[in-house]
């Protein structure tokens, strides 16, 4: 497809369990973006990859949390020993990269995760 | 106190009404500002791009940036049913390409 893939649609997970989420952008996307939408709380900004250069992690909350781009293509998303609080819908993103001033950011529908 | 604040409504109007939205922010290195509409279940889609403060318009969407008062607006004219959805702002600095700071966003009913 032409748009951001995300997997799993839906996860169901027992607490303490560890959760991998996959994204793969859009064909020709440097940039690479997840973020977290709890209810009502909207969209937290977790990482950023940028082509080559060293990830932004400055909003991963723990670190249970971590992120890997291989190749400048496909991102996993992981978190370990997951807790209720990481219940969530978790959003990829892609765009042209720096240099693309409009901002726009294309949005996969994302990964909704439950945790009992 | 969050970055960027938004009334998460609902916000209930009928048909064919003019609807404001709008974000307060804190920060006054934001220079790009933006509007995401998010249907149910989808993930968000650019509506409204704004650089700086003034005005744009497209269709019967306007948007509106004060960065004086650091304040922004979507005004929404002759509302319809499809335009049910949460409309989420977006703002970010000029040195960081990538990280998007989102209001809470703000769900939108259009009755028919």
């Known amino acids: 497809g032409a748009g951001v893939s995300q997997s799993p649609s839906n996860k169901v997970t027992e607490k303490g369990k560890d959760v991998e989420l996959r994204c793969d952008p859009i064909?020709?996307?440097?940039?690479l973006y997840w973020y977290r939408q709890s209810l009502g709380q909207g969209l937290e900004f977790l990482i950023y990859?940028?082509?080559?250069?060293?990830?932004?992690k400055s909003g991963l909350p723990s670190d249970r949390f971590s992120a890997e781009r291989t190749g400048g293509s496909v991102s996993t998303l992981t978190i370990q020993r997951t807790q209720q609080e990481d219940s969530a819908v978790y959003l990829c993103?892609?765009?042209?990269?720096?240099?693309?001033?409009?901002?726009?950011?294309?949005f996969g529908e994302g990964s909704r995760l439950t945790v009992l | 106190q969050k970055e960027v604040e938004q009334d998460p409504g609902p916000l209930s109007v009928p048909e064919g009404a003019i609807v404001s939205l709008n974000c307060t922010y804190s920060n006054s290195a934001f220079q790009y500002f933006m509007w995401y509409r998010q249907y149910s279940r989808k993930g968000p889609e650019l509506l409204m791009y704004?650089?700086?403060?003034g005005n744009k318009e497209d269709g019967r969407f306007t948007a509106q940036v004060d960065k004086s008062s650091k304040y922004i607006s979507l005004f929404i004219r002759d509302s319809q049913p499809s335009d049910s959805a949460t409309y989420l702002c977006a703002m970010r600095r000029p040195s960081n390409t990538g990280k998007l700071i989102f209001g809470q966003g703000t769900t939108l009913q259009v009755k028919p």
């Open positions: 993103a892609s765009s042209l990269g720096a240099g693309s001033d409009t901002g726009e950011l294309f």
């Open positions: 990859f940028q082509g080559n250069s060293a990830p932004d």
């Open positions: 064909s020709g996307h440097t940039a």
């Open positions: 704004t650089y700086s403060s």
